[in-house]
Nanobody, 121 residues
């Protein structure tokens, strides 16, 4: 299984970025997909996840949108109105269950390598 993220970069506060994560080696439609982030010196934290429904951390609600295209084995994270506190390495992850969305990172089996998002003030 391989998850490959792309789309990170440097953006000014108030700007937008779209992250992509393409999966291979698994039956993509059968997996819950999540986005997590980790800032320097902090633990990895939940950002958003999608099964047939979506769930967001309160810190990104109304600004970030997670969506998936099962025909392309890809999950996206559209990030708008970015803030400096959104600066982190963003990871996508896969969990082999389509039931209730779970947020702890240790519930997800497969992980990408991460992509850096830096928001300048």
């Amino acid at each position: 299984v391989q998850l490959v993220e792309s789309g990170g970069g440097l953006v000014q506060a108030g700007g937008s970025l779209r992250l992509s994560c393409t999966a291979s080696g698994l039956t993509f439609s059968g997996y819950a997909m999540g986005w997590f982030r980790q800032a320097p010196g902090k633990e990895r934290e939940f950002v958003a996840a999608i099964t047939g429904r979506t769930q967001y951390d309160d810190s990104v609600k109304g600004r970030f949108t997670i969506f998936r295209d099962n025909t392309k084995n890809t999950v996206y994270l559209q990030m708008n109105s970015l803030k400096p506190e959104d600066t982190a390495v963003y990871y996508c992850a896969a969990r082999g269950a389509l039931g209730a969305i779970v947020t702890p990172p240790n519930k997800y089996t497969y992980w990408g390598q991460g992509t850096q998002v830096t928001v300048s003030s």
